[in-house]
């Protein structure tokens, strides 16, 4: 017996050394990679706190700058570390200039209604997916379904032709209306409330809860997981988007921080990597908080039934 168990303890060291040089390759594979992912914000931040000077040196053969006074290098020069740190062009993009402070508004504006919305209407429209049949009921969620494949840039000239028979164009509406109605989280949480046991509802309703009770109280809690990941999707989505507000509003005043920073002019690069960092803030603050809940929402969401 002491034998055998001596030949077995061998054996799964034999396996492990045979494993370990495999799993030190696949690290350095995905450490690779995630290096590669990261280093653009790694960039980004270190770079907010170098001079206009630095910046000007490092990338103006990239982007073909040319001064009489500010020396560019020949290639590219990529540094983590600035020759001197600088909090100036935070100064400037919070304190100096007002400009930064309304298109973030702007963008909570147009971003948050979105989000809240988008969610009460598509937890409502998903429990009429889920607990009634019905052919009309099966068009429509085919209809959904179509929509949500096509991607966002195929729908704006209809959105402006429907947004400008309603007088709404050069207004928020303009971008908050159709936003609202998003096919994705419909779609999802559909799929969610369907994996509900019928027991649950029977019991529910057997003990005088009404429809409205049942929706409050066991339907949206067992999607709560679900409920984060898309309000994160969801929020990151409307808080990045450009392609509407340029559609919709001609008022540069009211365009959201996107469309600013697109805007930046090659000589404020100080000003738009520092606005690049703060814009990022409200996005990973919101993703750290909730990533347990993302990774939960989507694992579930994709167990096939």
């Not at 594979?29 to 206009?52: K, N, Q, R, W, Y």
């Not at 500010?70 to 570390?81: D, E, F, G, Q, R």
């Not at 996005?283 to 579930?300: K, R």
Request: aromatic share 12%.
């Amino acid at each position: 017996m002491l034998q055998h168990l001596q030949t077995r303890s061998k054996r799964r060291h034999r396996h492990q050394f045979r494993t370990k040089p495999i799993d030190f390759v696949w690290m350095i594979l995905i450490g690779g990679v995630a290096v590669l992912f990261l280093m653009p914000l790694v960039l980004t931040v270190c770079d907010s706190f170098m001079t206009e000077t630095e910046i000007f040196y490092n990338y103006g053969a990239m982007l073909n700058l040319k001064s009489e006074t500010i020396y560019t290098a020949p290639s590219v020069a990529i540094k983590l570390i600035p020759d001197r740190v600088t909090i100036q062009q935070y100064v400037s993009t919070l304190i100096t200039s007002s400009e930064y402070l309304l298109k973030m508004w702007n963008s909570v504006i147009l971003a948050l209604p979105i989000t809240v919305f988008q969610l009460v209407v598509a937890l409502f429209a998903s429990y009429g997916f889920a607990r009634y049949r019905g052919r009309v009921k099966q068009i429509i969620f085919l209809a959904y379904l179509i929509l949500m494949l096509m991607p966002y840039q195929v729908t704006l000239v209809p959105n402006f032709v429907v947004s400008d028979a309603l007088g709404i164009v050069g207004t928020r509406w303009a971008i908050i209306l159709p936003g609202i109605f998003s096919t994705f989280p419909v779609y999802l949480f559909t799929k969610i409330m369907k994996r509900i046991p019928k027991t649950y509802l029977e019991a529910a309703r057997l003990d005088g809860a009404g429809e409205f009770q049942i929706f409050r109280y066991i339907a949206v809690p067992l999607c709560r997981n679900v409920i984060v990941s898309v309000l994160l999707l969801v929020f990151i989505d409307c808080w990045n988007m450009v392609e509407q507000p340029l559609l919709m509003l001609d008022d540069a005043q009211k365009q959201p921080l996107s469309v600013f920073l697109s805007q930046i002019s090659s000589g404020d690069l100080g000003v738009a990597f520092a606005a690049a960092v703060l814009y990022m803030i409200p996005s990973l603050l919101l993703f750290l908080y909730g990533e347990e809940d993302l990774v939960q929402g989507m694992a579930y969401a994709g167990v096939k039934e």
